[in-house]
């Protein structure tokens, strides 16, 4: 009898202690995440950096924490951790457009142009946009992809036959394909 006590006590404890954790772990997550948040609004990313870290670590998987997060390294010119939290972000939906467009053009300002081609081609399959093709045509075109690039450029052109800047670029981009 005795024996059962103990291993009773034993699993009550043991319950009391998880359900305190994963409650502390939780409510620290949401506050790290409010403070973080404020900070960011009011233009002050080095002290709300240390608050989107600690968030990005505890739910590595949130794309909106990551981009503030991976913002945050950007105005503060570091970006190499930026580029490192870039790698350490997987994706694993593809619903939310705005957060991928801002993802797209983070690789675009990084010259990581592969990754930016795949975003913005993710984006212009599920939501075409005349500015996402131009996005996704200059990506193309800094990877000399002129025979991808041209079609796009031309259903900009087409759309807008008044750009004269477009249709330029068009100009260009097939004398440099040959």
């Known amino acids: 009898m005795k024996k059962i006590k103990i291993v009773l006590t034993f699993f009550i404890l043991l319950t009391v202690f998880i359900t305190s954790y994963i409650f502390h772990r939780t ?7 409010t403070i973080a948040d404020r900070y ?20 590595p998987d949130n794309l909106r924490i990551a981009l ?8 503060l010119n570091m970006r190499q951790d930026a580029v490192k ?31 930016a081609e795949e975003f913005y081609g993710v984006i212009n399959r599920i939501r075409p946009d005349p500015e996402v093709k ?15 690039a041209i079609p796009l450029l031309e ?3 087409h759309r807008a036959p008044e750009d004269l800047l477009r249709q330029e670029f068009l100009a260009d981009v097939c004398s440099w394909a040959g």
């Not at 409510?27 to 995440?33: A, V």
């Open 27 to 33: 409510q620290s997550f949401y506050k790290n995440l």
């Open 40 to 59: 960011y609004r009011k233009g002050n990313y080095l002290l709300g950096l240390p608050y989107y870290q600690s968030a990005f670590r505890d739910k």
């Open 68 to 75: 503030r997060l991976i913002n945050c390294y950007r105005k």
């Open 85 to 115: 939290a870039l790698s350490a972000l997987e994706i694993k939906n593809y619903t939310d457009l705005d957060s991928l467009t801002e993802l797209a053009d983070l690789y675009y300002e990084l010259k990581n142009y592969s990754k």
């Open 134 to 148: 131009r996005k996704l045509a200059e990506v193309l075109v800094w990877q000399k992809k002129y025979a991808q």
């Open 155 to 157: 259903n900009i052109a």
